[in-house]
């Protein structure tokens, strides 16, 4: 890696625009929290004609919604309880993501279940498990079936064959889901709304006891100033009631907390194909191939600490470690393999009893002041959410929404919308030497992109050094670093690093790496 380039300047940002626009009058809706719920009922609340505002303390998806096994599925492990109409409402969302919405962002990929001698399931009910899976998806995505022990090996180079009996196979999809997010957060602005990160609520504003807005703290400029709504909406995910106790002191708990942690390792062979590995009668364990990796995870055990503190343990390793190493040969899951691991909170439905049983749904309350809560959710389903989201607020006499003012989720796509083939294409044959691009970068790009990747290209052409890796060992290049910072809010290192590119997740973000990152961002550092 040089350090030739001379790093072009901020330009007036997005973020700056909307620091600017966010006290201007009083909002329809203000949303509280930029991550899986709070960014879809900004994009869905915004088509649906109401002037929305979305804040959150850090960066957009910055906590448990950049911390999730990265699928867009339709849950196999909810058929052993029996909740088919679950499955078969999540697989018709997670085609519409993959077919109308985001193609340019959201990826097939083949799925083994192996079956050992001794484990949890049998060979014949797990066939039919994979039949009915393919079933409920009206076999759009083809037959779930059983493939041999060899073939799968192929497949997925660290299979263990001993005592395997077989191996059945269906198809889910897969996402970055960071780069998700920012693209959610794009298609909202793009719609109307005002989005900003770096923006900690420090009090609720109230009228006659109503709440009617918020109180912040820029985190950049460290600037207190005031947004005032008709509605307030708290989607803060694990800190939800916390803030529902700023509205009400002695507000009861509605959630409970249970931590995720997956580890990222390095491979020496690509994998084609992801694990599902049974671990008990409703538990299982994911080896997922994901940006050059191997995605590893996840855990399940409830968490009553502070959810800024929560961390990745030797214990949590060991856990994703033991439990892949049922299925996968010990040299290709090696402890020194681990370029990166990370740790979230799921926020499920209060209650008693062990968190990998609870159910995974919404909680929506409305506190004494009259603002909204909401909590719980995953990405496979979050436009449905939003939708449900819109649903409850027709019953809010505040929020003017009338009931013919619905979004229409099948024909809305996200920013980009392309086939990611045709977009690397395109990257590759409209550049002439020295700026033509590579083959690999092109893909990486068309696929976190879509078309919008053209503007990435375009900064390229106009400096040809921001062609140049961050990472030798990865596909990202500056370029992305400065369209991170100039028009998808990005303001720390980690944001660039972890959220826009893909480099802190394959463990390349180098101290070198870091620096030059904070120079580009002209005053923040990591």
Known sequence: MTNAITMPQPTHSTREQARAEITRGTFDLLVIGGGILGTSVAWM?????????????????????????KLVHGGLRYLQTGNVKLVAENHRERRALAGRVAPHLVNPVPFLVPVYKGGPHGATKMAAGVFLYSALSAFGDGLGRVVSPAHARRLAPGLKTDGLKTVATYHDHQMNDSRMAIMTVRAAVEAGAVALNHARVVGLRTTHGKVTGAELRDGVTGEEFGVDARLVLNATGPWVDHLRRMEDPGAAPSVRLSK???????TDHPWHAALTIPVDKYRVSFA?????????????????GDPAEVGVLQQDVDQILGEAGTAIDAAHIAPDRIGYAFAGLRVL???????????????????????????????????????????????????PLAED???TLKTVPLPGLGQPEAVA??????????????PLVARHLASHYGSVSLDIA???????ALGERIHPDGPDIWAQAVYARDQEWAVTVDDVLRRRTTVTVRGLDTQEVRDRTSALLGKVGG
């Open 45 to 69: 609340a915004t088509q649906a004609g109401l002037r929305v505002a979305m804040v959150d303390a850090g960066d957009f998806a910055g906590a448990t919604s950049s911390a999730s096994s």
């Open 260 to 266: 995720g942690v997956h580890l990222v390792l390095r």
């Open 288 to 304: 997922i191939p994901w940006e050059g990796r191997l995605l590893l995870g996840t855990t399940d055990e409830e968490y009553t």
């Open 349 to 399: 439905p209060g209650g008693t009893g062990g968190t990998s049983a609870a159910k995974r749904e919404t909680v929506v309350t409305r506190g004494r002041g009259g603002m909204l809560s909401i909590a719980g959710g995953k990405w496979t389903t979050y436009r449905h959410i939003g939708r449900l989201v819109i649903d409850r607020l027709r019953k809010e006499r505040s929020v």
């Open 405 to 407: 003012m619905c979004p």
């Open 425 to 438: 294409h395109r990257l590759m044959v409209d550049q002439e030497p020295p700026t033509r691009m590579d």
């Open 458 to 464: 375009e900064l390229v052409r106009s400096e040809p």
